[in-house]
């Protein structure tokens, strides 16, 4: 299996072709038009600097907890019956709703090996909706982990359109690394099962790679003491 743990720029790469038209224009500002329209441009590139930031986190170490796939806010907590990929277990859904403002880059909510990526073409409604997680195009992660397969589903939004996937099927990761980025926001979709323990709510801030959204109990913490 491979571990896939690049990505580490403090800029995610999506960020160049951004950033190089606008620096580009900077230049030309200043050579044939006036500074000020230079300065703008800067001004432009530092703010697109900013949504593509990639910076790093301090991954909760402690077993048995599933940490938020990205920064945001939580914007729903449901309990549907099952997932696309998943359609015979009983699941939760935890939503993360990314504005412009927050970190971009997307990571593993728990250690395990991608069994599955499927990519959905859809709509592109407000990723707040909730309708949004099964119309709006997606991209679909099933990871195989000790506690059973778990679901992480990049979702599109209105202003968001790309979904970048930096992992193939087969690739084995650590809780916390990175996998993708969707670009200028939107919403990230965990179906987990639904015996585990929910640790965060409607409404509440979280870091991606960092905050604990759902605890289990760990396999050793299971298993029965010898005396």
């Excluded at 600097?49 to 907590?77: K, L, M, S, Y």
């Excluded at 930096?166 to 979709?189: A, C, P, Q, T």
Aim: with cysteine; charged share 20%; net charge positive.
């Amino acid at each position: 299996m491979i571990s896939r743990t690049g990505h580490y720029e403090y800029i995610a790469r999506e960020a160049y072709p951004f950033l190089i038209p606008i620096f580009l224009a900077s230049v030309a500002a200043w050579w044939w038009a006036h500074p000020w329209a230079s300065i703008l441009f800067l001004g432009l590139g530092v703010a697109t600097a900013c949504f593509f930031r990639n910076p790093e986190r301090a991954i909760p170490q402690q077993e048995g907890v599933i940490v938020a796939p990205a920064d945001g806010v939580i914007a729903e907590i449901a309990a549907p019956t099952a997932s696309e990929n998943l359609p015979n277990e009983p699941l939760v859904r935890i939503s993360t709703f990314m504005s412009i403002f927050n970190v971009h880059v997307n990571r593993f909510p728990v250690a395990g090996t991608v069994k599955k990526i499927q990519h959905v073409p859809g709509r592109f409604l407000d990723a707040r909706k909730s309708e949004a997680s099964s119309v709006n195009e997606r991209n679909s992660v099933v990871i195989g982990a000790d506690i059973g397969d778990i679901e992480v589903v990049q979702v599109a939004g209105k202003i968001a359109r790309r979904i970048a996937c930096w992992i193939y099927e087969g690739d084995s990761l650590k809780r916390g690394d990175r996998f993708g980025l969707i670009r200028f926001g939107s919403r990230v979709d965990v179906f987990i099962p639904s015996h585990l323990t929910v640790s965060v709510t409607k409404g509440q801030k979280v870091v991606g790679g960092v905050t604990v959204i759902a605890q289990y109990p760990s396999p050793q913490s299971s298993a029965p003491r010898e005396d």
